[in-house]
């Protein structure tokens, strides 16, 4: 057969599947395809239901269907056919000799793509076979671009908040040099307060928002005297009165950000030393009416100041510092985060032994 276009439309590697109870009419419209769209190969079927199950294991990228076929009609095709995840944005193309409105709206409404009549002209059914394919190709490219496109969208998100976190770090560092707690104990509690969130079940991205905004928990002791701050003995009830005003002077600190990890940073800076049964400071809440972020924090900053060597004490053995937070579990901790912390015991393990300081 004589090809319809004197230059045939390439599209390489495409596949095409055709069905139809007629061998002669299978063989006539292969014939088609194939001789005027290079590149492009038929698979046939006079059975809608292997047809069907080659679609589903097989990648296609356009199917003509036969209204009348065996065992199910092409409508009943089309509907399982769309009915497939990885098939709804493939074309399909509906070959019937009847003409009534009724049964073009019924498959339009199951999903069929478009429809030619029978006698199959062959100028108007390689055209729609070939519009058909350029749509499909032409929509998988902005497909793939989108995907690039989100993917590149990503990379610079997570440069960013690399950037900002680094930012946040020296931020951190600045409030070190007053006071004795060291970049370790900054990066084992953050590292206990992601395994807490990750245990409690809460989503990726809040997960790595308290990550990110745990070191932040005590930048309000950059505004608390020298002579307090450093205070080798225990303080006086009145320093310590000074001393709790660390919390809110974080939360002033941070306030006003439009970043959600300086804006979680301030709410666990405010709310870190609040208590489970609401004896904590400094509005003595309660419960659940701690933010979750801060309770988490709350548990994390303890756990490893328990466990680190500091001027004035040495460090605890994490077995000792275990059963103090059990026992203070209910009336400290949030028994919630207590038992998150606790059920990742070989994590918390490694977790201080990789990061001795």
């Known amino acids: 057969m004589q090809a319809l276009t004197t230059s045939s439309y390439e599209l390489l590697n495409t596949k095409l599947v055709i069905a139809d109870d007629s061998v002669s009419m299978l063989a006539h419209l292969s014939e088609l395809v194939e001789q005027n769209i290079a590149g492009c190969d038929t698979v046939q079927f006079t059975d809608s239901l292997a047809a069907l199950d080659y679609c589903l294991s097989t990648e296609v990228d356009l199917v003509v269907v ?12 089309i ?15 509906m070959v019937t000799n009847q003409d009534h409105a009724a049964l073009r709206y019924k498959a339009l409404q199951l999903g069929a793509t478009d429809f030619v009549k029978k006698p199959v002209d062959a100028l108007e059914f390689v055209t729609r076979i070939r519009n058909l394919l350029s749509l499909s190709y032409s929509r998988s490219l902005i497909a793939r671009r989108a995907d690039w496109l989100a993917v590149e969208v990503r990379k610079a998100t997570s440069s960013i908040v690399e950037r900002e ?3 946040i770090l020296f931020l951190c560092r600045a409030a070190e040099y007053r006071d004795p707690e060291t970049a370790m104990h900054l990066k084992r509690m953050a590292t206990y307060a992601r395994l807490i969130a990750q245990t ?7 997960v790595e928002l308290i990550y990110g905004a745990a070191p932040m928990h005590d930048i309000g002791k950059i505004g608390i005297p020298d002579h307090i701050l450093l205070k080798a003995g225990r303080l006086t009830p009145e320093e310590m009165e000074v001393m709790k005003r660390h919390t809110t002077f ?8 439009a970043s959600p990890l300086l804006q979680l940073a301030a709410v666990i800076a405010l709310s870190h030393h609040e208590r489970f049964d609401g004896t904590g400071y400094p509005h003595g809440l ?4 701690i933010p979750l972020a801060g309770r988490i924090v709350a ?9 680190s060597r500091r001027p004035y004490k040495q460090a605890w053995s994490l077995e000792r510092a275990r059963e103090h937070i059990t026992a203070e579990c209910g009336t400290h901790f949030d028994p919630v985060c207590t038992d998150a912390l606790f059920s990742q015991w070989s994590v918390v393990e490694k977790t201080a032994m990789a990061n001795q300081e």
Do not use: N, Q
């Not at 974080?250 to 950000?257: C, R």
């Not at 309660?286 to 009416?289: L, T």
């Open 66 to 77: 036969d209204y009348v076929i065996p065992p199910f009609d092409g409508l009943e095709f």
């Open 79 to 93: 509907e399982r056919f769309r009915r497939a995840p990885m098939l709804r944005d493939i074309p399909i193309i």
């Open 165 to 167: 976190r680094e930012a």
């Open 200 to 206: 409690m079940g809460l989503d990726e991205e809040t």
């Open 250 to 257: 974080g939360a002033d600190i941070l306030a006003g950000s």
């Open 286 to 289: 309660a419960g659940e009416k």
């Open 299 to 307: 548990l994390a900053d303890v756990f490893d100041a328990l466990t």
